[in-house]
């Protein structure tokens, strides 16, 4: 029996009722089944396919082209999960045209129902157009993949008071441009968690601690079988699992009932 559509109503929702929100990315069908049947709220089809399926050093060789494919084959897999296209590297910041032509290919072609991307104040005014023009977005703050090279590489965020300053107020600011949800990656546990209580949208941690509305993971650390540099926030929920199904339905059930992420996951 298929589960009802997880909408962003639904998903304000579980924020006020106090319940944990589940997010993973995923890449093809097959394991877009599988998070379908955990009931996994949330699934990311993200860039970060270019490292964990393509082998790159980083997200940055991801295109629309790839991302739409991946998207088109996770949305058959899942059709009640809500489905997040993560806008790859140079598809959204060269114009507010340019985001908006790259994003309608996620909604029309792959039946996405919102798309990702990265930036603070300077995507405020990308956010608002696609927001006004019926494309949900989710932001994404503190660690931004796509500006590891301007960044100095994969650093927490948030650490250093205006640093942490910066980063609240582009949060209030993307709030204000309509995002429907906001990630936050690498950040303090004290950062995220003044975030989370100074705007209305929810807010999806990795590697932020346990105060935000809820949590997601990239799908191949969350197994164990990527073979990069695995980051101190990830948690390896094959051992004691029987299957990659189990491990997946064992991830949903710890951020639900708050044993994931634990104190070793996060950064003070």
């Given at each position: 029996m298929a589960r009802e559509k997880v909408t962003i109503p639904y998903l304000y929702q579980k924020?006020?009722?106090?319940?944990?929100i589940t997010m993973l990315t995923c890449y093809d069908y097959p394991t877009a089944l599988l998070e379908e049947k955990a009931g996994v709220d949330i699934i990311l089809v993200g860039d970060s396919l270019a490292m964990t399926v393509l082998?790159?050093?980083n997200t940055l060789p991801a295109t629309m082209d790839v991302m739409?494919?991946?998207a088109q084959a996770v949305r058959r897999g899942a059709p009640g999960a809500f489905l997040v296209g993560d806008m790859p590297y140079m598809s959204y910041q060269?114009?507010?045209?340019e985001a908006i032509r790259n994003a309608g290919r996620?909604?029309?072609?792959?039946?996405?129902?919102?798309?990702?991307?990265?930036?603070?104040?300077v995507m405020e005014e990308t956010v608002r157009f696609l927001v006004e023009?019926?494309?949900?977005?989710?932001?994404?703050?503190?660690l931004l993949p796509q500006s590891v090279h301007q960044v100095g590489g994969w650093r927490v965020q948030g650490r250093e008071e205006a640093e942490a300053a910066q980063l609240l107020a582009d949060a209030r600011i993307l709030d204000q441009a309509g995002v429907g949800l906001m990630v936050l990656e690498m950040t303090t546990r004290t950062l995220a968690?003044?975030?989370t209580a100074n705007i209305s949208a929810p807010t999806i941690g990795i590697g932020?601690?346990?105060d935000c509305s809820g949590q997601v993971l990239v799908l191949y650390d969350m197994l164990g079988i990527y073979g990069g540099r695995v980051p101190r926030f990830v948690r390896n929920f094959m051992p004691g699992a029987d299957s990659i199904e189990a491990a997946v339905a064992a991830y949903v059930r710890a951020v639900k009932d708050g044993s994931f992420p634990a104190a070793e996951h996060g950064f003070d």
């Open positions: 924020r006020a009722r106090g319940e944990k082998g790159h050093d739409v494919v991946h060269v114009s507010k045209e996620f909604m029309a072609e792959a039946g996405c129902d919102a798309v990702k991307l990265e930036g603070g104040r023009r019926g494309i949900p977005v989710c932001g994404h703050l503190g968690r003044s975030i932020a601690g346990p």
